[in-house]
């Protein structure tokens, strides 16, 4: 075993009870400020400090806040891998912690995720551009067309044929259910008959005309 450091950071140092949403960390006082950058390494803490229990008080995630706490007793940053990005990017926002010190193990991680989550929120932004923003004037029949099929918000019309259209996948669907059911013995046989066979025009016109629509 290695001697054991002397340790006066004892006498020279104070330990800061930090409160976030009612857990309790308490570190040392240079711990914090080793990152004089950064929301706890500064004099910016001062605002939340709590005169009566004599803490620190931030309304924060107390699972996240580990591992900020982590990152200033040993210079790493790692990436919650079951946080959302997001909450972790907001998290690091909120104590002024840039991300690019994530350590190498979890950059990886952190890059993928990111991207991933950038790429859906822009997916999601321009899906809902194309179908909810207003026609130009001069838009062909065949725009106005695609527009209405697309998102039957556009116009009553629009609205009207979602409708009928549901009605009628409905109502095959439905046939295509009953077909198979048992309609009760002919006199002459004695095995069951689907109703299928039994009234085999009638569903195969109404099938005809559901899929004609
Ligand atoms: C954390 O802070 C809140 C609000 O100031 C206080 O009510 C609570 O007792 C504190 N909890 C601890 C463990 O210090
Ligand atoms: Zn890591």
Known sequence: MPKPPVDNSSRSDEILFVNVSGVRFQTWKNTLDRYPDTLL???EKEFFYNEDLQEYFF??????FRHILNFYRTGKLHYPRLECVQAFDEELAFYGIVPEIIGDCCMEEYRDRKKE???RLAEDTEANEVTDAPLPPHSTPRERLWRAFENPHTSTMALVFYYVTGFFIAVSVLANVVETVPCGAVAKRVKEMACGERYALAFFCLDTACVLI
């Open 117 to 119: 989550n950038q790429e």
């Open 59 to 64: 309304d924060r995630d107390p699972e996240m």
């Open 41 to 43: 390494g500064s004099s």
